[in-house]
């Protein structure tokens, strides 16, 4: 589109940990490494085959964690607020696992969740939220974007960039998120509540990602 460009941006962000007033989360294990598309990790055996998603994190029209994963994880509060802090130290999953991988129909990756606390090797509702913004915070390449194929959905995520960027604060703000370019989170276009976790075939690690 005349006059309408998207940048590309080769550098992997860090991922802060989310809170609701919670210092006590481990820090983020650092940078994440994306994945190509169509990437899968070998499947759960055993006990991790089926598991049950922890509540807060469930499908909902009205999700218990209101959160825009286009914002930084400490924007997430509950819905309720009466749900005590430590909620986000709690495993994801019932039994807990050691990852958990999330499919979404509007973004081509897998998003690729572990644990934050190398030490306690289970993913938590905390790293979820982590994984989730980190995950989608990683940089489109433009091989990536041009795989693309309908031109309206590629004006549709270019739109998503430039209003992600256009939201910031001040005018600097927006200069430099610009500059950092596309982002998978822009793939979701207008799509960006966290509306919760639903249940795949694909074994207990594998939850479908729904936004709204």
């Known amino acids: 589109m005349p006059g309408k460009h998207v940048r590309f941006a080769d550098s992997i962000p860090e991922t802060p940990s989310p809170t609701w007033t919670i210092s006590s989360l481990p820090s983020s294990t650092g940078p994440i490494t994306p994945l190509p598309v169509g990437y899968a990790l070998p499947p759960m055996q055993g006990p ?13 029209m009205t999700p218990q964690i209101i959160y825009d994963v286009s914002q930084l994880p400490s924007m997430a509060i509950p819905r309720d607020p009466k749900i005590p802090n430590y909620v ?34 289970i993913v938590t ?20 974007f041009s795989l693309v194929q309908s031109e309206g959905q590629r004006t549709r995520i270019s739109d998503a960039y430039r209003r992600r960027c256009k939201r910031l604060p001040t005018p600097e703000a ?39």
């Open 125 to 144: 509702v905390g790293d979820l939220i982590s994984g989730i913004y980190g995950n989608l915070r990683l940089p489109v390449s433009p091989a990536e």
């Open 174 to 212: 927006t200069a430099r998120d610009l500059k950092k370019g596309l982002k998978r989170v822009d793939f979701l276009e207008s799509s960006i509540t966290f509306s919760g976790l639903s249940a795949t075939k694909e074994g207990g690690h594998v939850w479908q990602l729904h936004t709204s």
């Open 88 to 121: 986000l130290s709690e495993p994801a999953t019932e039994p807990p696992v050691p990852y958990m991988e999330l499919v979404s129909s509007r973004v081509p990756w897998k998003i690729i969740i572990h644990p934050s606390n190398r030490e306690v090797p």
């Open 48 to 60: 991790f085959a089926v598991c049950r998603i922890n509540p807060i994190l469930a499908v909902s």
